[in-house]
C-alpha cells in the first residue's frame, strides 16, 4: 500500500489567462506543471497521478520523463469536480489521498510534509486542509487531504459532491491546518498574477524574461 496517493489536478482551460495555457508557463527554467509534478514525486512514499484534460498532449509532454502516472478526465470541461472525481478513482489503495491543484507557484515540499503530518492524527473519515487568514477572510488552501473514509466517502458521493462537497455539507469532517504560509493559498489564475509571482520566485537570480513552454522543449 502506498503512504500517500497524491492526484495532481491539471486539467483546466486557464480561462482566465487570454490564450496561455498558465501550466506550460516558466518557473525557473521549467513549465509550472513540470515544477510542481516534480516537487510532488520528491515526497517519501508517494505516488503521484496527474489529471490532464485541456492540451493534454502539450501538457503530457512536459512530464513525460518524470515518476508519475497521466490519465486524461475526459469531462474535464464539465469542471475541477469531475477532475478530482476522477483521479481520486485512479488512485491505488494508499494510507492518505492528498489532492491539489497545479497552478500553485510556491507550494514546496515542505509545505506538503507538514501538512500530512498534521493529518497522522486526523479521525477517520476527515480531511485535512490549511486554513488562515487572508486579507480580510478567513480562507481554506491547498492541498487537501483525505483519509480512506473520506475518499470512498467522495467517491461514493460522485461528480457532484466533490472535496467541496463534503466540506461544505460536512464541517465536523474538516481537520483544521491552520497557517499563515503563503504557499497554501496563493495560485496563478490571471497574467497579473503570473508576473507577480514569477517576479517573487526569480527575485535576484538574473533568469531571463518568462516565455511559455512548448512539448517541454525550450
Known amino acids: 500500500m502506498t503512504d500517500v496517493a497524491i492526484i495532481l489536478l491539471a486539467a483546466g482551460e ?3 489567462m487570454g490564450h496561455k495555457n498558465k501550466l ?7 513549465a ?4 510542481t509534478a516534480r516537487m510532488l514525486a520528491g515526497l517519501p512514499g508517494a505516488e503521484v497521478t496527474v489529471v490532464l484534460g485541456h492540451a ?4 503530457a509532454a512536459v512530464i513525460s520523463d518524470l515518476d508519475v502516472r497521466v490519465t486524461v478526465n475526459p469531462d474535464y470541461n464539465t469542471g475541477q469536480r469531475s477532475s478530482v472525481f476522477h483521479g481520486l478513482s485512479k488512485a491505488g489503495t494508499a494510507a492518505a489521498y492528498l489532492v491539489t491543484p497545479a497552478d500553485m507557484p510556491r507550494l514546496e515540499r515542505d509545505h506538503c510534509s507538514a501538512l500530512l503530518k498534521a493529518h497522522e492524527t486526523a479521525p477517520a473519515g476527515s480531511i485535512t486542509l490549511p486554513v488562515g487568514d487572508r486579507s480580510s477572510a478567513f480562507a481554506r488552501g491547498n492541498p487537501v487531504i483525505l483519509t480512506p473514509l473520506a475518499r470512498d466517502n467522495v467517491l461514493r458521493g460522485g461528480i457532484n459532491l466533490g472535496c467541496r462537497g463534503v466540506l461544505d455539507s460536512q464541517p465536523e469532517l474538516i481537520n483544521s491546518f491552520v497557517t499563515a504560509r503563503d504557499g497554501y493559498f496563493i495560485d496563478i489564475d490571471t497574467p497579473e498574477i503570473y ?3 514569477y517576479s517573487v520566485f526569480m527575485a535576484g537570480s538574473g533568469q531571463p524574461t518568462p516565455k511559455e513552454h512548448t512539448h517541454g522543449i525550450e
Open 14 to 16: 486557464s480561462r482566465r
Open 24 to 30: 506550460l508557463l516558466d518557473f525557473g527554467g521549467e
Open 32 to 35: 509550472l506543471l513540470r515544477r
Open 56 to 59: 493534454a498532449q502539450e501538457t
Open 195 to 197: 508576473q507577480a509571482e
